[in-house]
C-alpha cells in the first residue's frame, strides 16, 4: 500500500549540512544581535532541528567593535568572574571590556544563549567573532544574513 509516511526524521552528525553565515554587528544591539546568532550556531532555523545534534550553522560576526547596548548598561552591567584565588572576584564593565577585548562582549552573551554542556561547547567552537571588518573565512563563502529580514 503505497501512503504518506509521517516518521519524524532525526538529524545527526553525518546528514546535517552545515553552512558558513556572516553577520555584520555594526550598530547593531547586543541581545537581538546575540539571539539571532544563537539561534544560526543552534540550527533551529533549519527544517530538521534536532536539539541534541549540533545541526547549526557556523557564524561570523564583524565589527564586534562598533556593537550598541541599550540604556546605561555600557557603564552599569558588570561581568564577573572569579580568579580562584581568596578574594579574586573581578569585575568589569562593558565599556572597559571592549577596549580590552573587543569581541568578547558579543562571545558572552552569545555564549549564554547556547546549552550548558558538551553540545553547548561543540556549538561555541563554530562561533567566529572579529573586532574588525575583515576576517580569514573568504573560502567558505558565508552568505550574508541581514538582522532587519530576520525575526
Known amino acids: 500500500m503505497?501512503?504518506?509516511?509521517?516518521?519524524?526524521?532525526?538529524?545527526?552528525k553525518?546528514?546535517?549540512?552545515?553552512?558558513?553565515?556572516?553577520?555584520?554587528?555594526?550598530?547593531?544591539?547586543?541581545?537581538?544581535?546575540?539571539?539571532?546568532?544563537?539561534?544560526?550556531?543552534?540550527?533551529?532555523?533549519?527544517?530538521?532541528?534536532?536539539?541534541?545534534v549540533d545541526c547549526g550553522d557556523n557564524v561570523i560576526i564583524i565589527n564586534a567593535e562598533k556593537i550598541q547596548l541599550t540604556g546605561?548598561?555600557?557603564?552599569?552591567?558588570?561581568?564577573?568572574?572569579?580568579?580562584?584565588?581568596p578574594g579574586g572576584q573581578r569585575i568589569r564593565?562593558?565599556?572597559?571590556?571592549?577596549?580590552?577585548?573587543?569581541?568578547?562582549?558579543?562571545?558572552?552573551?552569545?555564549?549564554?544563549?547556547?546549552?550548558k554542556n558538551k553540545l553547548g561547547d561543540a556549538l561555541f567552537r563554530n562561533l567566529h567573532v572579529y573586532a574588525g571588518p575583515a576576517h580569514p573565512h573568504e573560502a567558505q563563502k558565508p552568505r550574508t544574513i541581514d538582522l532587519k529580514q530576520i525575526k
Do not use: C
Not at 503505497?2 to 545527526?12: F, G, H, K, M, P
Open 93 to 115: 564593565t562593558p565599556r572597559e571590556l571592549l577596549v580590552k577585548k573587543p569581541f568578547a562582549v558579543v562571545e558572552i552573551a552569545i555564549r549564554g544563549m547556547l546549552p
Open 14 to 52: 553525518e546528514t546535517v549540512r552545515k553552512e558558513w553565515v556572516l553577520i555584520d554587528a555594526e550598530n547593531q544591539i547586543l541581545g537581538r544581535l546575540s539571539t539571532v546568532a544563537a539561534k544560526f550556531l543552534r540550527g533551529k532555523y533549519k527544517t530538521n532541528f534536532t536539539p541534541h
Open 72 to 85: 546605561k548598561k555600557m557603564t552599569d552591567k558588570e561581568y564577573v568572574r572569579h580568579t580562584g584565588y
Open 2 to 12: 503505497d501512503t504518506l509516511s509521517y516518521r519524524t526524521v532525526s538529524a545527526n
